[in-house]
Structure formats: structure tokens, C-alpha cells
């Protein structure tokens, strides 16, 4: 990475005005139906491109509602969009500087990528320091959800699996035209290696071509075996988020329905192995942990199996279901041992998430007991049937959100 590159990425991490740059450097499909956004936090929708539309995904990329998403994150109304509890704010606001818009890389490396694609970078980069409206450049960070598809049935999951990955030839002309300015892209959605059309993104040899392009994905890693690793090795990766709620042998499958806990456990460790051993190139590597009725209290034992492997875990809170209502004081608990644990194994940053989500109780607990009066009014016991029912309608899909807390 260039002196010029680096001080200017290095500003905009120590700066305290501007919390957040998302809507200058992403741009991300949400869900099936085609809502794009510039953050998996934030409802704000910047329009809808069905995966068999002939659009060119850049007209999203300076309309009104993303022009006007800079104004406000410029002017400090991020409030508009974004909910207090976001970590990339959280992190900011505690001066932890957001690693996630820009990697670092080596100078000899960086010379190295196509001037395409470090031109348009400073492009992105003069775009922040000067607050500008309108981007002159294409989108650095790119989020792609092509399917439903996966091999598991989890209790939690809300996915309808029988959405497919059916995409046209202008979402995959939208990807390609990007590729070349990208510094990532993220698949996610289902299980992605289970995936027809994430296998063709990431070993079709589109990736191999684009070397500056990091690779990232939330995977289950239950068929993650030998053969998906040895690909993997040839790509730039940038981070695998592994979604696994226990690593106890009795908890696992009740939660990851269908999943051998065996296998799945055996297919991390060969990829931490490959990790340690610089067979694969990645930056991060996560380990999902979403906190609900069968798990809450393995909080200490998760952080103790990640600590092990060199793993982040991530911990949320289950949604869609009040389950947890009855148990909150439990989960308290849980999550303060949680926190002593992280921090006696040094994990500060784990200890300090924790935190984060220890604040967001109290407002948790009251969006559960909404829920459950409306889980009593539809006469359910999940929100599945609701999201299913209104998923092709945005308006009412919308309104279904913001009551539910998706």
C-alpha cells in the first residue's frame, strides 16, 4: 500500500466525526426478494434488484436515499439509520479503530494490483476525507446473498429453504463489472458451499484472476471437508465466520439440526491447522455463537474451546422467538462469567462485545415481551410463518420488521 494511501486510511480510523464509512465503500444484497443496503445493521433499503432483473446495479450507488445517508452520516444523524447497539460503533465509540472498510496491505503486494483497482480506491478514499454526496467510483465492498439453500434445519433459522439460487445474467454481469474495484466480497445466505452458484463465484476462477479481491463467507463448515480447503488455498481470504451456537458434543445437534458435531468440529480444526501452517491466507476467523434457550449457559465454555484454536467468537442474541424471556436473569449471569473468562484469557475484545450486548438486555427484554403478544395474536410459536407469508411484499414485509425486530 502506498505512504499516501496508508496516511489516509489511517485518518479516517482516528477520526471521531465520521463513526462510520459504509455507505462510500459497501453495497449489499439483503435477502432474496432484492433489497440492497450498505450494511446488514441498518433498515434502510436503497432499492430492490430482483436476481433476474436486467439493472445495472450502479444505479443504486448515488440515488437519493444512499446520497442522503452520507449527508446524515457527515452531520452526525446516523441515528436515522442505524441502530446504538451496531459494534462497528460501539468499537468506534470506545476508539477501537474499524479494520473492516480498508485492509492493510504490503507496499511490494499493492503495487502489484491492477491500477484499475488502487485508482479507484483513492478515488473512495478522497470521497470520505471530503464528505461527498455522490462517489465518483465504484463500491469497494460487495455482500451477495444468491440463495436460501442449506444442509442444515437449525432451530432458529427463519430461512425458507426452498428459495434456490435462481439468479439471471444481470446479477452475475453486476458482479463481474464490479470485481476489478473490489477489496471484497462476502457470500452468505443458506450454507454457501452448498451453494451451485457461490461454488461458481469463488473456484470459477474469477477470484484467481482479481488477485487483490478478499474472500469472506458465513459457512456452518459442516461440508467444508478436504477438497472445498484445497481450493480455498489459491484465494485471497479475508474472514470465515463459522456458525456453530455450542461446541458441546449434546447441545451442538439440537441446535444445528442435522449437523454431526464430529465432522463439523473436524473440518474447523484441518482448516485452523491449514491456517497456522500458511497454507491458506485469511485475516480473521470467527465462531457464531447466538445466544438462546439450549445454550445460554455455555457462554465461559465457547470462549475457553475459541481461545484454544485462535477463534474469535461472536455472541448474539437469539430473535424471533421470546424464549428467552423467562431466563433473562440466567443469561445475565452467563454473559457476566462470559466476560470474566475473556478477560483472565486476555481476550479484551470479546470481554468488551459482551459488554455491549449486556447493555442491549433491558431493551431486548421488551421487544421479547412484544413479541410474545403478537406470537399469542397470530397464534404462533415462531416468526417463520409471518416472514414467509409477507416475503415477496415490501411494504407490508417492511412493516413486519420493524414490529418482529428483523
Sequence with gaps: MTDSARAKIDAIRRDRSLLCTRPWTSIEERSLVGDWQVCCFTPTILGVIHKNADTDIMTLWNNDVIAGM?????????????????????????????HTDFY??????????????????????D???????????????????????????????NLDKDLRDEVGEG??????????????????GGEPFA?????????????????????STI??????????????????????????????PGTYPKIRVNADHARTFANIERFIRA??????????????????????????????????????????????????????????????????????LGETAVAADLRSLLAVLPGYERQLRRQKIYFKAFKIVSRDRVVSFFQRHNTLKRAVRKIMGI
Design 70 to 98: 452520507r449527508s446524515d452520516f457527515t452531520s452526525g444523524a446516523m441515528s436515522r439509520h442505524c441502530p446504538a447497539d451496531c459494534p462497528i460503533l460501539v468499537r468506534k465509540r470506545e476508539r477501537e479503530p474499524d
Design 104 to 125: 492493510d496491505y504490503d507496499p511490494a503486494e499493492y503495487a502489484s494490483f491492477s491500477s484499475t483497482f488502487r485508482e479507484n480506491r483513492e478515488k473512495i478514499l
Design 127 to 157: 470521497a470520505i476525507a471530503n464528505r461527498r454526496r455522490t462517489v465518483d467510483a465504484f463500491p469497494i465492498r460487495l455482500k451477495l446473498h444468491p440463495s436460501n439453500i442449506c444442509n442444515l434445519d437449525c432451530r432458529m433459522c
Design 171 to 188: 446479477w452475475r454481469r453486476n458482479m463481474r463489472t464490479l470485481l476489478p474495484y473490489l477489496e471484497e466480497i462476502v457470500v452468505f
Design 195 to 215: 451453494c451451485k452458484t457461490t461454488r461458481e463465484i469463488v473456484f470459477g476462477g474469477e477470484l484467481a484472476r482479481h488477485t487483490q479481491v478478499h474472500f
Design 219 to 248: 459457512t456452518n463448515g459442516a461440508i467444508m471437508d478436504e477438497r472445498i480447503l484445497e481450493r480455498l488455498k489459491g484465494l485471497r481470504l479475508g474472514w470465515f465466520s463459522f456458525s456453530l451456537d455450542s461446541c458441546d
Design 275 to 344: 491456517r497456522d501452517a500458511g497454507d491458506i491466507r485469511i485475516r480473521t476467523v470467527n465462531a457464531n455463537f447466538v445466544i438462546q434457550a439450549l445454550n445460554f449457559a455455555e457462554t465461559s465454555r465457547f470462549i475457553e474451546w475459541a481461545h484454544g484454536l485462535g477463534i474469535n467468537p461472536v455472541f448474539s442474541l437469539v430473535t424471533g422467538t421470546p424464549e428467552l424471556l423467562e431466563r433473562a436473569a440466567d443469561v445475565r449471569a452467563s454473559m457476566n462469567e462470559g466476560i470474566a473468562t475473556a478477560e483472565k
